[in-house]
């Protein structure tokens, strides 16, 4: 079981796997945090070698750092397949995990890591770092608070960049997908938190044989997630040419308002209709122009996907991580929450395969 560390402690972390782009972004918002140890990295990949090089760490057996007392906390950043194993073994070792989305392959993965957080008792907080902007939390107030009154209708957009599509990364064998499940699962979490799981869900995930070769598993969707209260209509583009997520907007329409959210950077926009206890007309907010790019080059332990520059939503996801580790609080981000998203695109490819027939979801 994994137990609270005291707010003044020191605390230990170490790397289970480090061949994901991420990792190196969140090592780096560890070692920018006080009272943090960074206690070494383990991977069988020849990629450990320079990572651990550049970053200024020890390389470690899987076994040692799972037996160090030291080491409070682990850093689950392998390829997906191994993610759910990785994630196990540390919370049976008594080990705090970060892990990196989507927590595995698919929804067999995260029921597994879902059923050893409740074995253990141990702290998991998957990595949907885009939650940490503060027009979700914005948006998550508005939605809670009914300002914008009954909210009928909701559109969503996201889309991958720097054509990471066609990378080996997003076309791991076995994974539910590719972009649309490595990426889309971002938004796949804010629609989760903002409106809960739907009751089914249609959905055409296309592949365009005259667009882009077959190094690539999806370059479009389109799906409708049916409530009982309101539409949600998601779409999605594998070839983005925008950098960051300027593009990505999730958009609620209620009776007495509007409101589009954008994570990066992160924005937001609400209309409302002055019968709300709000004077008629727009509000905007924008946080920063983001003169830091989110994602800046590839690298000699990152050779498929440049790895991230932007430190702003790291640095916030490690605080919520290191908070719950200190107090023995819940999650920010819960393996309940991995599993579902994985359960969702689960549905929507299952849906895509049937021509777009609905298809229920029960989680």
Same mark, same amino acid.
């Given at each position: 079981?994994?137990?609270?560390?005291?707010?003044?402690?020191?605390?230990?972390?170490?790397?289970?796997?480090?061949?994901?782009?991420?990792?190196?972004?969140?090592?780096?918002?560890?070692?920018?945090?006080?009272?943090?140890?960074?206690?070494?990295? @383990?991977?069988?990949?020849?990629?450990?070698?320079?990572?651990?090089?550049?970053?200024?760490?020890?390389?470690?057996?899987?076994?040692? #750092?799972?037996?160090?007392?030291?080491?409070?906390?682990?850093?689950?950043?392998?390829?997906?397949?191994?993610?759910? !194993? $990785?994630?196990?073994?540390?919370?049976?070792?008594?080990?705090?995990? $970060?892990?990196?989305?989507?927590?595995?392959?698919?929804?067999?993965?995260?029921?597994?890591?879902?059923?050893?957080?409740?074995?253990?008792?141990?702290?998991?907080?998957?990595? @949907?770092?885009?939650?940490?902007?503060?027009?979700?939390?914005?948006?998550?107030?508005? $939605?809670?608070?009914?300002?914008?009154?009954?909210?009928?209708?909701?559109?969503?957009?996201?889309?991958?960049?720097? !054509?990471?599509?066609?990378?080996?990364?997003?076309?791991?064998?076995?994974?539910?997908?590719?972009?649309?499940?490595?990426?889309?699962?971002?938004?796949?979490?804010?629609?989760?938190?903002?409106?809960?799981?739907?009751?089914?869900? /249609?959905?055409?995930?296309?592949?365009?044989?005259?667009?882009?070769?077959? /190094?690539?598993?999806?370059?479009?969707?389109?799906? #409708?997630?049916?409530?009982?209260?309101?539409?949600?209509?998601?779409?999605?583009?594998?070839?983005?040419?925008?950098?960051?997520?300027?593009?990505?907007?999730?958009?609620?329409?209620?009776?007495?308002? #509007?409101?589009?959210?954008?994570?990066?950077?992160?924005?937001?926009? #609400?209309?409302?209709?002055?019968? !709300?206890?709000?004077?008629?007309?727009?509000?905007?907010?924008?946080?920063?122009?983001?003169?830091?790019?989110?994602?800046?080059?590839?690298?000699? @332990?990152?050779?498929?996907?440049?790895?991230?520059? !932007?430190?702003?939503?790291?640095?916030?996801?490690?605080?919520?991580?290191?908070?719950?580790?200190?107090?023995?609080?819940?999650?920010?981000?819960?393996?309940?929450?991995?599993? /579902?998203?994985?359960?969702?695109?689960?549905? $929507?490819?299952?849906?895509?395969?049937?021509?777009?027939?609905?298809?229920?979801?029960?989680?």
């Amino acid at each position: 079981m994994t137990y609270a560390i005291g707010e003044s402690a020191e605390f230990g972390i170490a790397c289970l796997g480090i061949t994901h782009p991420h990792t190196s972004g969140r090592v780096k918002a560890f070692q920018r945090m006080p009272g943090a140890r960074l206690m070494g990295a @383990y991977d069988d990949s020849p990629l450990l070698t320079p990572f651990v090089d550049a970053l200024g760490l020890e390389a470690r057996t899987k076994e040692a #750092i799972l037996a160090d007392p030291g080491v409070h906390a682990v850093l689950v950043h392998p390829k997906s397949h191994s993610m759910a !194993n $990785l994630t196990i073994e540390a919370l049976e070792a008594g080990k705090a995990v $970060l892990c990196e989305k989507p927590a595995g392959r698919g929804s067999a993965d995260t029921a597994r890591i879902v059923e050893a957080v409740e074995r253990t008792g141990g702290l998991f907080q998957v990595g @949907y770092c885009w939650r940490f902007a503060p027009s979700v939390d914005k948006m998550q107030e508005v $939605l809670s608070s009914g300002r914008l009154g009954k909210v009928l209708q909701v559109r969503a957009h996201a889309g991958c960049s720097h !054509n990471e599509a066609a990378t080996p990364h997003m076309n791991q064998p076995g994974d539910i997908g590719g972009a649309m499940f490595v990426i889309a699962c971002h938004l796949i979490d804010r629609i989760l938190l903002h409106f809960g799981v739907p009751q089914s869900v /249609n959905a055409r995930i296309t592949k365009f044989a005259s667009a882009f070769g077959s /190094n690539s598993r999806e370059d479009a969707g389109g799906a #409708i997630l049916n409530y009982a209260d309101k539409l949600v209509t998601v779409d999605f583009m594998s070839w983005d040419p925008l950098s960051w997520t300027e593009s990505w907007d999730l958009s609620a329409y209620g009776t007495e308002g #509007i409101m589009h959210s954008c994570p990066l950077p992160s924005s937001y926009k #609400i209309y409302d209709s002055g019968r !709300n206890g709000f004077q008629q007309g727009w509000t905007e907010w924008r946080e920063t122009s983001f003169p830091e790019i989110w994602a800046t080059k590839k690298t000699v @332990y990152s050779p498929e996907i440049a790895e991230i520059g !932007n430190p702003i939503y790291f640095d916030r996801e490690a605080a919520a991580f290191v908070g719950s580790l200190r107090s023995g609080s819940a999650a920010a981000v819960s393996a309940t929450q991995a599993h /579902n998203v994985n359960h969702l695109l689960e549905a $929507l490819f299952k849906s895509s395969a049937l021509s777009g027939a609905e298809v229920e979801v029960a989680v």
